[in-house]
């Protein structure tokens, strides 16, 4: 009976043992197994997240590359055309100079220097809207309090000799605002500036009239200008905001008041859509949220 019960001890013993390592090693490749899977997840969400930073990059390059592209067929159509549009009002200037000092009438040396002063005014308002388009793409958006109003009405007192139009100019004003709306003051005055100008230069053979209607509504300015001048020929919506692109041939403009407009609305976060009928008028219509 003792031998007995000594193996059976022993045995119980070493069973004992045996399953307490059995279970000890389950416990160990748990432990390894669970290691192993958090390692997997954690390498692939370092492929994922490396996978998504290489295609943030590839998309930024992308964009980088077509802005480029972009700057550098701005660029050559900008210097032909500076160069064109600097120099025509100077060879106007030169050649008024010439007919003055060969004719003796009182009268004609008057409208020699009309046109003359006309040629200057051209060069004038090219230059302003270079530098307008240099400020533009350097400087940050600043925030500031607008007053629509008292803007609106600046712009109208800058613009009131600009054109011979303007003298009899009839305005239209409403301002629904209750408190001031941030934005960059100079980046609204700009946009307001150039498509009232259009509005004034391109008259339809009446007085113009321009309405000017502005609404502050969540932290947008929702403004529209409508005027009853020439209007835009449907052919050439889709590209009156291009560098240089001028829908008539009359020679008013620059072809740079509409694209200087489309770029400052872009660095206001902002949204322009022109709708224009030919010989009716053009409605402009645009959305400004407020800096933050």
Request: glycine share 4%; proline share 1%.
């Amino acid at each position: 009976v003792q031998v007995f019960i000594a193996v059976i001890s022993m045995s119980t013993i070493v069973l004992s043992a045996t399953v307490a390592e059995r279970e000890q090693a389950q416990e160990q490749l748990r432990k390894f197994n669970s290691n192993l899977e958090a390692m997997v997840q954690d390498r692939t969400q370092a492929l994922n997240e490396e996978i998504n930073t290489r295609k943030f990059a590839e998309t930024k390059l992308l964009q980088t590359n077509q802005e480029l592209s972009k700057r550098n067929t701005e660029l050559d159509n900008f210097v032909y055309s500076v160069s064109h549009d600097l120099r025509a009002p100077i060879a106007s200037v030169l050649g008024l100079i010439n007919l003055a000092r060969k004719d003796d009438d009182p009268g004609m040396k008057n409208e020699y220097l009309n046109r003359i002063n006309h040629s200057a005014m051209q060069q004038d308002d090219f230059i302003r809207e270079i530098l307008d388009q240099s400020r533009n793409a350097r400087l940050d958006v600043k925030k500031e309090e607008v007053y629509f109003e008292s803007l609106i009405e600046e712009t109208f007192n800058q613009l009131k000799f600009a054109t011979n139009s303007a003298t009899s100019l009839e305005k239209i004003v409403s301002v629904t605002q209750t408190q001031a709306f941030h934005s960059d003051r100079w980046r609204l005055k700009v946009v307001l500036n150039n498509i009232i100008s259009n509005a004034i230069r391109y008259r339809n053979g009446r007085e113009p009239v321009i309405r000017v209607n502005v609404a502050i509504e969540k932290h947008k300015a929702l403004i529209e200008v409508e005027d009853n001048g020439r209007g835009i020929a449907r052919e050439h919506l889709s590209r009156v905001y291009d560098m240089f692109y001028r829908a008539t041939d009359d020679g008013a403009g620059s072809g740079l008041g509409l694209y200087i407009v489309k770029e400052t609305m872009d660095k206001l976060h902002g949204h322009i859509r022109i709708e224009s009928e030919e010989g009716r008028g053009t409605l402009v219509r645009l959305e400004i949220p407020e800096v933050a």
